[in-house]
Each structure stands twice: as structure tokens, then as C-alpha cells.
């Protein structure tokens, strides 16, 4: 396994339209996080889920964003009805079970809503 | 609510200097802290991981050091090359009941031959 894999890499899209990015964590990981990261800004938690259970959502996820992981495996995070101010770059991250253990991220999707 | 602070916000220096990024967080109720490189456009690579009960943690020309009790953290980088040139973040995972990292705005470090 080479890591947390995220697709696409970019991805652009007209204001209204609905996309979806998939994330893949280290096989063995069974902890799961999105984050959402704007220019000159560090990453915002988004969301995190243990297994196939979503534990914890920011306010940051408004009603339009939506994130899943069947089966505790890969995940995917929606935006319907995208806004201009929700280009960003979306990363994923994993972890494994024990609490103080150390995060890998993968190389993230930029999205711009035109 | 915690937050944490970076400083300097950008830093440029000639290759082969010792430098020193600061980062600071406002609770010291944290589990372990992180360092993290981010190059232009990409991910980010976790460099370094520290655990609340330790003081610090090496790795080649890098050494983070820890004092949870002060709120601080700091990230060595020895005989630096331009290579390093990226941007360095740092994070805190917070107690209490979750897992999240809680980001700086990070420091944009340039090393010129």
C-alpha cells in the first residue's frame, strides 16, 4: 500500500452542479477524516469516521456537503449545488485505532467552481 | 477552543542556515502534535510526531521539541537546503472525545543557494 490516494486530483465545475471525490486510507487504517484547506490557510476539520461510522462533523459541512464510508473502507464526499466559495483543496487523511498515532494525508483535490 | 499560532508567517534564508519555526497552541490538554511539509499545490507529509508525553523527536536535520505546559512547540531544521522550501504546518490532536487535528496557518519557508 502506498498510501492515502485521493481522485481526482482537480477538478473544476460550473456553480449548481453536484461532484463527488473519492478517498482510499491505508489498507490497515480504520479511521478516516476529511479536511478542507483555502489558500494561505491551514487545513479545517471537515469530518471523521471510524470504521463505517461517522463520529464527528464540523459546522463547516452545511447541508449541501455529504460524506459516506461503506463497509469502513474507501470514502467519498459530496457537494451538491456547489458555491464559488467552495473551491478548496480537499484533503483526506487516516489514521490507525491506537489514539496517539500519527496521521497520513493523501495529495488532495482542488476544486474551482467557476 | 484551542488555536494554534505560527510564527514567522514566511521566512526566506541562505542554504546552509540553522532555523527555527514556532508554533503555540492556546490548551495544553493535547495528545500529541504533528509537523507537517506541504509543498506548493500538493498534499501534506507528516515529518514529525510527538507525543504529549515526550520533549521531543528527531529525524535526520529535523528536531521538534514540545512544552505542553507552555503551549509550545518548535521545529529545528539544521544545515538547511533549498530543497526544504515549502511550507511547514503544525498541528495539535485535541483530547477530550475526538480525533480531529487542529492546524496552524503554517510558516512558507524558501531557502536560496
Known amino acids: 500500500d502506498t498510501g492515502v490516494s485521493q481522485d481526482p486530483r482537480h477538478k473544476i465545475t460550473k456553480r449548481g452542479q453536484n461532484v463527488t471525490f473519492r478517498c482510499d486510507p491505508i489498507?490497515?487504517?480504520?479511521?478516516l477524516y476529511w479536511y478542507r484547506q483555502t489558500l494561505g490557510q491551514g487545513p479545517e476539520f471537515l469530518t471523521y469516521?471510524?470504521?463505517?461510522?461517522?463520529?464527528?462533523k464540523s459546522r463547516l459541512l452545511s447541508d449541501r456537503f455529504s460524506a459516506e464510508r461503506p463497509k469502513g473502507s474507501f470514502s467519498t464526499l459530496e457537494i451538491q449545488r456547489t458555491e464559488q466559495g467552495d473551491s478548496a483543496m480537499y484533503l483526506c487523511?487516516?489514521?490507525?485505532?491506537?489514539?496517539?498515532?500519527?496521521?497520513?494525508f493523501g495529495q488532495g483535490t482542488r476544486l474551482t467552481v467557476v | 477552543k484551542q488555536e494554534v499560532t505560527q510564527i514567522p508567517a514566511a521566512l526566506s534564508v541562505p542554504e546552509g542556515e540553522n532555523l527555527v519555526l514556532n508554533c503555540s497552541f492556546t490548551?495544553?490538554?493535547?495528545?500529541?502534535l504533528q509537523w507537517f511539509r506541504q509543498d506548493p499545490g500538493k498534499g501534506l507529509t507528516s515529518l514529525l510526531l510527538?507525543?504529549?508525553?515526550?520533549r521531543e523527536q528527531t529525524s535526520g536535520r529535523l528536531n521538534a521539541s514540545l512544552d505542553k505546559s507552555s503551549g509550545r512547540s518548535t521545529l529545528y531544521i539544521a544545515a538547511s537546503q533549498p530543497g526544504d522550501s515549502a511550507t511547514y504546518l503544525c498541528?495539535?490532536?485535541?483530547?477530550?472525545?475526538?480525533?480531529?487535528?487542529?492546524f496552524g496557518t503554517g510558516t512558507r519557508l524558501q531557502v536560496f543557494p
Open positions: 487523511a487516516s489514521s490507525a485505532k491506537t489514539r496517539n498515532t500519527e496521521a497520513f
Open positions: 489498507s490497515e487504517h480504520n479511521r
Open positions: 469516521f471510524q470504521n463505517e461510522a461517522q463520529l464527528e
Open positions: 490548551d495544553s490538554a493535547i495528545y500529541n
Open positions: 510527538i507525543q504529549s508525553s515526550q
Open positions: 498541528a495539535v490532536r485535541v483530547s477530550y472525545n475526538t480525533d480531529k487535528l487542529i
